[in-house]
């Protein structure tokens, strides 16, 4: 019934196409913002640690079992699990994990959306179009269904002629982009002062019970963990892989290129102030969110003539790629399992699924104000950490140890004696688990 399984060509195809998923809106757009809700520095400091103690771990959780089991979330959770009522379990955790990575398809791909309209609009008079002619809901339909299509067309390719070609293009273009505009913005009058607020921490705030929860729903979000893409995409890894330092790997480009985004936007914001744009709200807090993204920046390449143009372009053309290769990611563990449990041809599955997923999109867009805070809540919020704690719990409690340390030595024969093998077992049976669990109870309360 299954077809032939893909797999990564090269440790570098793994690579940038795993950083593809976790690089996306979430470093670029997500993580300044919290830095500037968040008191800046502390914030960068609080994240930095859990991203580490806390994401990592949680991370080589999901590639373990998905190289182990080469399948999709419902039938690796179901080989890792025991005893019929373990396996339904199992089955029950992979499918909610594939419900969940669809629906944050269907709110990325309306960001995703947006950020195409900002990066195309300076051609709207070339078009013949009138200004802001790219932002009603028309439009918004139009873009996140060209970024859906596009997103399908990339699936239907597979594993190295779809995922892997196009996150080994994509990703370096990125950084050159992301590099080069952070050069160009502190050549700006105004940038220092953004960098001293984004590199000096405010100690008083690294306590604060919402700037922790806060730094560890992007740690979360940011490498994509819980909903079965860094599954999917292990197991497509070759045995001979060195598994920690490939996640290992993954995490350092997730965070490094978290930490240039806010050395871009943090600095920037601070020549908008220079250029006299408003970057504070009425409490004197840093413009956030909506507001910094779709206000401040476009003010700020409004202000600096020409060169603004340019920048403005290869801004949102940043964010768009950048929100490409993660969609990839999610879209790959809804076709992977019905590929593979339920027979159908690549093709078919993908154009399926990606017209169902546009479809709650467009219901989203046009019953925005109802919908789109409650799916993003429902997912990344409440769904993300619960699975990601699942996920641990079979790793830690339902897997043998032997297993696990079979399939980890596998590209990695000495592991049994590394520092690896002495923290991680007891990091995904204990800590990660109850350091989720009270954050979770936290947001819960909240
Ligand atoms: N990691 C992506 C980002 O930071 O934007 C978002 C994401 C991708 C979340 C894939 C979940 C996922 F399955």
Redesign the pocket.
Known sequence: MSAVRGEFSSRFSFIMAAAG???????????PTQVASNGGAAFVLVYLVLAFVLAYPALMAELVIGRFARANAVAALQKVARGPAGKKLGAATGFYGIV??SL??SF?GIVAGWMLAHWLEPLTPWLGLQAGAVHTIAAQLVFTLFFMAATVAIITGGVKDGIEKWSSRLMPLLLLILSLLILYVFTQPGAVSGLKVYLIPDFSRIGDRGLIVSALGQAF??????????LIYGSYISKQENLPVLGGLVTLI?IGI?VMAGLLIIPAMYVALENGVEIFDASGALLAEGALVFTVLPALFDSMGVAGGLVGFAFFALMSI??LT??I??LE?PVAYTVENHGFRRNAATWLIGGTISAISLAVILSFDALFGLVVAFT?RFS?PLLGLMLCVFVGWIWHRRGLLEEIKQGNPQVESSLFWKIWPIYVKFICPLIILVTFGDTLLS
């Open positions: 998923s976790a690089v996306g809106l979430g470093n670029i757009w997500g993580f969940v990575a944050i398809l990325y979000f940011s490498l994509s963990l819980g909903v079965g893409t860094m997730d978290a950048a929100a993660s969609s990611s999610m563990v990344t993300q």
